[in-house]
């Protein structure tokens, strides 16, 4: 089973700031079997980034996404005051097929 | 406008039994897998059970296997959660989301219902 570990596990930025979110997996994993998903406190998650870099329908172009193999990466270019949330990476593994989630990061304004 | 509305969560002791349900709309329904996550108080998100838009496949993480069945009826545009034997530690609020393109990640979810497992 693929571990993912997020860092930092909290992010203390102001708005108007970068914010760079990583995400390391224990084993290589597929580029087209990773998302990032955001969430607020006592709401579903949202879909931001699927197959590591393309954004889904809605999201601002202020997020990205990169990486490949075991390194991944979510960048907030310039954070407005919505983007403080928890951010979580997800891959998907095939064989049997199976999901996993990093512990999550928490971005908050400082 | 996609929607997914779960239901059926609610207080029961440990060993006993509950069904999810979670009603879907605005989307042909009988073309997508479907999953169940879950997330408990104040944790990250864990995957549970997903099945395939025909029921053909199905599978589950390790920590369910051989207590939940995940089951759909495309007919009524719903999937289902049956949760036998339950656990403390399967206290959470549970999702219902839809497999997007690729069927590797969610994107659409549910509200969530809360599943508490307490005596």
């Known amino acids: 089973e693929i571990v993912l570990t997020q860092s930092p596990a909290t992010l203390s930025l102001s708005p108007g700031e970068r914010a760079t979110l990583s995400c390391g997996a224990s084993q290589s994993v597929s580029s087209s079997y990773l998302a990032w998903y955001q969430q607020k406190p006592g709401l579903a998650p949202r879909l931001l980034i699927y197959d590591a870099s393309s954004r889904a329908t809605g999201i601002p172009d202020r997020f990205s996404g990169s990486g490949s193999g075991t390194d991944f990466t979510l960048t907030i270019s310039r954070l407005e005051p919505e983007d403080f949330a928890v951010y979580y990476c997800q891959q998907y593994g095939s064989s049997p097929p199976m999901y996993t989630f990093g512990q999550g990061t928490k971005l908050e304004i400082k | 406008e996609v929607q997914l509305v779960e239901s059926g969560g609610g207080l029961v002791k440990p060993g006993g039994s509950l069904r999810l349900s979670c009603a879907a709309s605005g989307f042909t329904f009988s073309s997508y897998s479907m999953n169940w996550v879950r997330q408990a108080p104040g944790k990250g998100l864990e995957w549970v059970s997903s099945?395939?838009?025909?029921?053909?496949?199905?599978y589950y993480a390790d920590s369910v296997k051989g207590r939940f069945t995940i089951s759909r009826d495309n007919a009524k545009n719903s999937l289902y959660l049956q949760m036998n034997s339950l656990r403390a530690e399967d206290t959470a609020v549970y999702y219902c989301?839809?497999?997007?393109?690729?069927?590797?990640?969610?994107?659409?979810w549910g509200q969530g219902t809360l599943v508490t497992v307490s005596s």
């Open positions: 989301a839809r497999l997007g393109v690729g069927a590797t990640s969610w994107d659409y």
């Open positions: 099945i395939s838009s025909s029921s053909s496949y199905i």
